[in-house]
């Protein structure tokens, strides 16, 4: 079975200019999570999808960050503009279903903010 | 956000030793959850706890559910070089389960 797949890997911007994230979960997962993690922290969950609808985006930064999931299956996360403060991994991670506390973590994509 | 309080924030220990690390919330939880972190990758699930006071063994791997829903134990016995990694809690609540992570435990083995 494929794991969730996450591009790019690395990704170097200066501030103030965008960059998107793509998500594929694990085939058959209809619960998506996109996490933040800083340098030292934990991961922290800025939104969660079921299927192609938000059930928590509380922790988002909605004036920079926008999430979508198409049709359910593949998502992105976008931050437009970034700021120094971005700097972090962002972790997609997915469960079969909500509440699910099987969560499979994809390998994250390290974003750099110069 | 809230994050979970962990303790150690690291520890270096020597191989075949055994290593505890606890976590504290001022919230309580329904479910708590242990998870290990290797350098590049995603965390990867250890143990799930669902009841106050119980006890749940994996392997090696020993967690506790605090009696007051608010804190959580990991013991690790006879550790190896591979048990390197940082270790997160995480406690799950509310009606859409958030799980909320601690700060992580830093683990090296010095074999």
């Known amino acids: 079975e494929a794991g969730v797949a996450q591009s790019p890997r690395y990704k170097i911007i200066e501030k103030r200019q965008s960059v998107a994230f793509w998500c594929n979960p694990i085939?058959?997962?209809?619960?998506l999570y996109w996490y933040q993690q800083i340098l030292g922290q934990g991961p922290k969950l800025l939104i969660q999808?079921?299927?192609?609808?938000?059930?928590?985006d509380s922790q988002l930064p909605k004036d920079r960050f926008s999430a979508e999931r198409l049709k359910g299956v593949d998502s992105t996360l976008k931050i437009q503009p970034a700021k120094l403060e971005d700097s972090a991994v962002y972790l997609c991670?997915?469960?079969?279903?909500?509440?699910?506390?099987?969560?499979?973590f994809g390998p994250g994509t390290r974003l750099t903010v110069t | 956000g809230q994050q979970l309080n962990q303790s150690p924030q690291s520890m270096f220990i020597q191989e075949g030793e055994d290593v505890s690390m606890n976590c504290t919330s001022s919230s309580i939880f329904n479910t708590w959850l242990w998870y290990k972190q290797d350098p590049g990758e995603g965390p990867v699930l250890l143990i799930a706890l669902y009841k106050a006071g119980e006890l749940t063994s994996n392997g090696r791997l020993t967690a506790q559910f605090g009696i007051t829903r608010k804190d959580s134990f990991l013991n690790i016995s006879a550790s190896i070089p591979s048990d390197v990694g940082i270790y997160f809690c995480a406690g799950v609540s509310g009606g859409y389960q958030k799980v909320t992570f601690g700060i992580g435990t830093k683990l090296q083995v010095i074999p």
């Open positions: 085939s058959g997962h209809a619960t």
């Open positions: 991670a997915s469960s079969l279903l909500r509440g699910a506390y099987e969560q499979y």
């Open positions: 999808f079921q299927n192609n609808g938000v059930v928590d």
